[in-house]
């Protein structure tokens, strides 16, 4: 399957399926014999369990290997790999490949926005959250002491390339994480999507056939929107209802320490939190529905009993970096499939934190 | 004097004149009005230089320290104040202001294009390099050990300043060094500038009454050239005729050792290597023009006599990261306001390159 990702002199496409790799190689083979220099930046589990693919890599980039924890994410290792590129005469000609998961992706992204003031890049997302999240919308970046991805850029690749063979071997938990964003395009944007995983319910594996065609949908309703706000600059609605659930999802991850809750279980957790934010602000309420799929996809439905104070839960929210001058703005259900973006009053979202942390 | 670059959403205009700093606090309060946070990124000596204007500064904008130096311009310095804008809260609606030379300019220029993907910022150069070169553009960057501006983006700022009041301090070798600048615009693409410079000969000073024009018209050229290949892709002429003396000058000031030369005297020297070049290959020679207009900025003609071996030159201009697989690009005149690049062969630099360092 492709998909077409539509900016302008930036379109480029994604292709899904099982095998996708070998037209990845086909495409590098190109470019080599066009004298393109090609460096691979990778996961070094990857090379490991995929050590077959990993030497027909070799054969056309010079493989740069990296740790694929979020540690990587930082300017230590962007400073390091663009010595590394300079000292091994990479040019402006000269492409990145991401070959990994979301870690991969947003720190060998902003490195090859940065080099030489931007290179070309590819993607092959190796995790069912890097496929369907960080694949689309060009977003890079690495972390600082003061909080994740507030450094990065906005540079889109070349192509991308989702080989859903790479989902076989991923750990239970991370394929889990990934259905997180699956659902939340279902909910923000995607009916049919959301009501087929309905349909599937506890039938979902990642060996289901619907498999690729859901990480098509969730490409796609992602690709539409970004393409309608490439830099988020809409004043509502835009890129930030991809945000769905990721403001209470991203307090979550800080408050109980990254890593204590995968980025995808803090989401499905956000998402029904910002599901009792739309009951009580019009009244719409998908609490079983969301429920359901959520837990077919093994999601946790809530947070763990801990001594979280909802001050520092709705302080943790404010200090995201959606948010500007001290405001609150949500992304809340209307409707399966239907969202938007609103500012709400702190008053009413310490109400719906202190009933969720109950 | 106003400018405007035009480039689609991202144009914006130059202030040039004599106390124009005052228009820009007057635009930078209307920020503050509007509840915009202010972070002004400047040189330390600007700051003690004129710390009248840095009182005033200080009411609307938190001011960043920084060393002018181009010791600043490195992934140490970058990280460091992208944590301090995040502890001061800095949104993505903040703005940064660049206030000082080509460092200040390069390295605030930088950090704005990263910092939470990208926030808005304005130039005050206090520098007529800067004023000339680095506020058209956007090229931002720092340098890694590999080479100089090796990392960086393209980031358009949102006005510039420039007030040719702060050229009143600048040192005598500085205010040089940007007329290099200055002549190689007339020289590429504006013969009137040039003609201008050349009438005036020997009466040429900072304090000539034809300066705030001969920043407006090197602005303007440039402005032009970027305005038709902002990103540097064109692959012949477009925004490389802007390295007219540069290929030269790089390798002057890598094989001297940076410091030795300031950038300007390295590209004066190559302006006259590339007139050169231009005799070999196609008979034209401005020798004389140039010299003459050179000498009157007080600009080196030719470089001090040091062991430096013809190979060690070339092979420092073929590592230039305009060039890519092997080939030696230069820029050439057809005439005095008509450049083009073109690719030459290599025995024909060398030979080139053995008379000039004789």
Redesign the interface.
Known sequence: MQLRVNLAERSYNIEIGSGVFNKALEIFAELVAK?VKLFCIADSCVLKRHSDKAKAMRKLADIIEVDGGEASKC?GK??EI??LL??KKA???SCIIAWGGGVIGDLAGFIA??????IKFYQIPTTLLAMVDSSVGG?T?IN????KN?????HQPQGVFADIDFLDTLPEREFSAGMAEVIKCGLLGDVKLFEDLENIGSDWSRNHSYLSEAIFRSCALKAKIVAEDE?ETASSGGRALLNFGHTFGHAIEKLYGYGTYRHGEAVAIGMLMANELSKVLSGADFKERISHVVACSKLPMSVANQEISVADFVNAMAGD?K???GQLRFVVLENIGDAKTVVVDKAIVEKVVEDCLK
């Open positions: 004298n300017f962007v400073a663009c010595s300079a000292q040019d402006r000609k926005s940065v080099y030489m003031r931007g977003k970046g600082i002491e003061e909080g507030l450094v990065g850029a906005f830099h970096k948010n500007s001058n």
